[in-house]
């Protein structure tokens, strides 16, 4: 149905970065992305983790993919303008735990 892949970021102190997640196309839309979001967060709750951070895309394509993580409560933290090519820029958003 779904997958979720994350990790600890690199040189950081209980910082993780969500890198995947995915869900198959028959059951978008039914909570499985939430369900598994609301895992990994337990999950690092119990490691005691304290901020995660997810890169993605400005353009419209990637504009659902933002509308899920508001969803889930991931704010805006940081842009690069025009990082993957002119016009598309990288958003780095975070949640604190």
Do not use: H
């Not at 409560?73 to 002119?86: L, M, N, T």
Request: proline content about 4%; some cysteine.
């Amino acid at each position: 149905m779904g997958y979720i892949c994350y990790g600890p970021t690199p040189m950081t102190e209980d910082t993780y970065d969500l890198y995947w997640i995915a869900s198959s196309p028959e059951v978008r839309g039914q909570g499985v992305g939430a369900a598994l979001v609301s895992a990994m967060e337990g999950d690092l709750r119990r490691r005691n983790g304290r901020l995660i951070r997810v890169e993605t895309s400005a353009t419209e394509a990637y504009g659902p993919t933002r509308g899920f993580y508001a969803s889930m409560k991931y704010g805006e933290e940081a842009r690069i303008r025009d990082f993957y090519k002119v016009g598309d820029d990288l958003i780095i958003l975070t949640k604190r735990l």
